[in-house]
């Protein structure tokens, strides 16, 4: 079976996030964003937003919850 890039960044992201290495999750999840944007779900939406936060980028967190919920802050 082939294994294709967008699962291993997947995949890689989600170790790195599991394992609490938040700069790590959030370079491998923002690659993932922009070579495969299909491929965030809400739940990676949510990882990512989380990372962001962990790491103190809280406009970036609020950024990514706020797509998640699917709407703007007005």
């Given at each position: 079976?082939?294994?294709?890039?967008?699962?291993?960044?997947?995949?890689?992201?989600?170790?790195?996030?599991?394992?609490?290495?938040?700069t790590q999750a959030k370079e491998?999840?923002?690659?993932?964003?922009?070579?495969?944007?299909?491929?965030?779900?809400?739940?990676?939406?949510?990882?990512?937003?989380?990372?962001?936060f962990r790491l103190n980028d809280?406009?970036?967190?609020?950024?990514?919850?706020?797509?998640?919920?699917?709407?703007s802050d007005s």
């Amino acid at each position: 079976a082939v294994v294709k890039r967008d699962d291993i960044l997947l995949l890689t992201a989600d170790s790195y996030f599991r394992n609490e290495n938040w700069t790590q999750a959030k370079e491998v999840f923002q690659l993932l964003e922009k070579g495969f944007p299909s491929r965030i779900e809400p739940q990676v939406r949510y990882q990512l937003a989380y990372a962001c936060f962990r790491l103190n980028d809280f406009q970036a967190s609020a950024n990514y919850l706020q797509a998640l919920a699917g709407g703007s802050d007005s």
